[in-house]
């Protein structure tokens, strides 16, 4: 009871949400089932079982592209089917299995993709190819989306495939890059896997894939890791400068220091022992000089 009082209330909601203007939706699950309720909208009761059907989606949704196909669920497990870009091999199973299932492939711009990026926690990867989507649905009469019940699809005998060769890929880069396969899964997880083959990826089950590669650190980081860097050695070396030059400024001081109060001993002791003698004349005292006596010398004349 408490399931279909939430189911109504959904409902309710996602009809006053079909007017909000595309750069408001921010949550992949509400996208998902506005894609689902324009799908079922135009879809004709006559289309004929397999045949693909585009859906036309209003003009804020520039940038998505959905096609939709009815299968018969044992058909659809005894010969598989290609839905655009999805391949599902023989044995595939749909569960609960039901009479009929309705089957909406979505193909997201870069624009809306960016939708998945930011909902899910991929740090450290670029997305590089558009979002695909395929998502399964069983219906009541009149193919009334009230009475839709989303379904899951698993591989049988062979793995659903994803083809990317087609899409707008251009931001791939032709390097050394890894590219992987990304899973965006309901819970909020991705799970990245290995190519197959060149652009192809392989699954499971149903849901949101999207190619992704490793992002190099951003410039502005490294930039700042290295002006960091410099910054540090610049420090420590003007520090050790400064410490040097210093050292050298108080050992030439102390040398200047010694060598002026060597010179003054020195300047003390010359002085002290070439001092004149201070004799008495009368009551002043007054240097005077040693006698010294001029030799008699004998003229010839």
Request: charged fraction near 20%; charge should be positive.
């Amino acid at each position: 009871m408490a399931n279909l009082f939430y189911h109504h209330v959904l409902v309710v909601l996602l009809f006053a949400s079909a007017r909000i203007e595309a750069q408001e939706i921010k949550s992949a699950r509400l996208l998902d089932l506005l894609i689902r309720n324009y799908t079922f909208k135009s879809y004709d009761i006559h289309i004929r079982t397999g045949k693909i059907h585009a859906v036309r989606l209003p003009a804020n949704f520039s940038g998505i592209v959905v096609d939709t196909a009815s299968f018969r669920c044992g058909s659809l497990r005894r010969y598989g089917a290609q839905v655009k870009e999805f391949h599902l091999g023989v044995g595939v199973i749909v569960q609960p299995c039901v009479q009929r299932v309705v089957v909406i492939r979505q193909k997201l711009g870069y624009n809306w993709s960016s939708i998945y990026y930011d909902n899910y926690d991929l740090p450290g990867y670029q997305l590089v190819s558009p979002i695909l989507g395929l998502l399964a649905y069983h219906v009541g009469n009149g193919m009334n989306f009230s009475d839709s019940l989303e379904l899951r699809i698993h591989a049988g005998e062979a793995p659903i495939s994803i083809d990317f060769r087609n899409t707008s890929t251009s931001n791939i880069s032709s390097g050394n890059d890894r590219i992987l396969c990304a899973n965006f899964e309901n819970d909020g997880k991705v799970t990245l896997k290995d190519l197959e083959s060149p652009n192809i990826c392989v699954t499971t089950r149903h849901g949101h894939y999207g190619l992704v590669i490793k992002t190099p650190p951003p410039l502005e980081s490294t930039r700042k890791d290295i002006s960091t860097w410099k910054l540090v050695v610049g420090t420590s070396i003007g520090t050790v400068l400064g410490v040097s030059l210093l050292g050298l400024l108080l050992v030439a001081m102390f040398v200047k220091v010694k060598k002026k109060a060597r010179m003054e001993e020195m300047e003390r002791r010359a002085y002290e022992e070439e001092a004149l003698q201070v004799s008495m004349v009368g009551h002043i005292r007054a240097p005077s000089a040693s006698a010294t006596r001029t030799m008699p010398t004998i003229e010839h004349t």
